[in-house]
């Protein structure tokens, strides 16, 4: 029986990225986990700013392609947000707009694979208010099924220790139960497990 393909990414390209780091952790974690992590970086799929013009004369982007693929290959996926104006980054809104905008008849992006979430944040909420409105356009803009579970990391400037670890017991727990449920329903969901 294979292990789950988990596709892991943050919507923060920074140097130094908070989300990143997370989305990192939760790879290394689920490595041990009996699952397939595959982390990816959204720099590695730039892309224009949805404009309906430029769909109509360019079409989608190959990056929007290639990232659609990748999704649409995997058992789960694990997205961790940044938390902007109480709402997403652009960079991830983008991509999962453009994503949205590919035909294929090849499986489904987002009807295929199990969502979970993640986010965090320097304040105090840890980024949740990006992480309801990520739950919103997964779930009902994009039909996804996203687990219950999420990890939040508030204070995200000191939650990492010297070996990209979580200090605090509440996010570690948070995060082990979300991987632990992605994890589970991906190998239910993809058929891996009866
Ligand atoms: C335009 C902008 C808006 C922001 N708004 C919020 C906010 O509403 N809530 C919050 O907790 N942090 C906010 N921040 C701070 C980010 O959480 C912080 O820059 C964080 O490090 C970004 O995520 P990253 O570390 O993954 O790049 C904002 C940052 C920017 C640049």
Redesign the pocket.
Known sequence: MRAPKIVTF?????T???????AALAARDMALMNAEPVLLSLADYPMPIYDGDLEAAEGVPAPARQLRDQLASADGVFI????????L?PLLKNALDWVSRVKSTEGDAFKGPVYAIGS????????Y??AMMLRQTLALGLGCLVLAEQAMVPG??QAFDDQGGLKEERSQRQLRAVLTALIDQSALRTGLRA
């Not at 961790?80 to 709402?87: D, F, I, L, Q």
């Not at 965090?120 to 980024?127: E, H, M, Q, T, V």
């Open positions: 943050a919507g923060s390209i920074r130094g990225s908070y989300s990143a780091s997370l961790v947000t940044p938390e902007y104006n109480a709402g980054p965090s944040s320097p304040g105090a909420l840890g980024g208010r990006a995200a400037g």
